[in-house]
């Protein structure tokens, strides 16, 4: 099993970075070790003073598949859910920096709270879905994925062309706008169309 994320996938998320609007997607990955199920905590890792929150709706993916064409990519996941790509901001920072490699700020053990999966067909829009992060029951992000500048099946298609898609992996399609920090002590809260799906106390 693998986990894919794409970065910079809302207009408005990649401006609040002052990063450009990428013209194709931007794939990283995170170890299955980052994954974080069952609601359960994230330990404050030692090696950031500045770990941000970003709420994604992510994709399981249901066939194996490479090379994926655009008229087949929406048989590809019939689940979402919603998850947190947590990242060590100023690690990830001094990573750009220099030209290196992500993964230590994006892909470091508990760095992936997943809820729940759902079938898309028992969603309200599954061409829109809207969700929702709060903290210490504030909304901070609120997304909505006709909003995506790279869609689900565009995601599939691109994706397939580098990296085999196997059942089971896990795809994070991006965060809106309000990405920002936490403290020991905050309590994150996920919904999908309203209804609470994930929490993630930070200890
Ligand atoms: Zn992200």
């Avoid at 019939?78 to 992500?102: M, S, Y």
């Avoid at 892909?107 to 210490?136: Q, V, Y």
């Avoid at 992996?169 to 994150?188: F, K, Q, R, S």
Wanted: aromatic fraction near 10%; include cysteine.
């Amino acid at each position: 099993m693998k986990i894919i994320c794409i970065g910079r996938n809302y207009a408005d998320h990649a401006k609040e970075l002052n990063n450009p609007v990428p013209s194709k997607p931007l794939v990283f990955m995170k170890p299955p070790s980052a994954l974080l199920v069952n609601n359960k905590p994230l330990y404050y890792p030692e090696f950031t003073n500045n770990l941000h929150y970003e709420a994604e709706i992510v994709l399981k993916i249901c066939r194996n598949g490479r090379h994926v064409q655009p008229e087949f990519a929406h048989k590809y996941y019939e689940q979402i859910a919603l998850g947190i790509d947590f990242t060590a901001r100023d690690v990830q920072n001094q990573c750009k920096e220099k030209g290196h490699p992500w993964e230590i700020a994006k892909g470091f053990d508990g760095s992936a709270p997943i809820s729940e999966f759902i079938n898309l067909d028992r969603l309200m829009n599954p061409g829109a879905i809207e969700f929702e992060l709060t903290k210490n029951g504030e909304v901070v992000q609120s997304g909505n994925t006709k909003d995506l500048i790279f869609s689900f099946d565009t995601i599939i298609c691109y994706v397939s062309k580098f990296f085999k898609l196997q059942v089971g992996d896990m795809i994070y399609t991006g965060t809106p706008a309000g990405v920002g920090p936490v403290v020991v002590g905050d309590e994150l809260a996920g919904s999908i169309e309203g209804k609470p799906f994930l929490t993630c106390a930070i200890k």
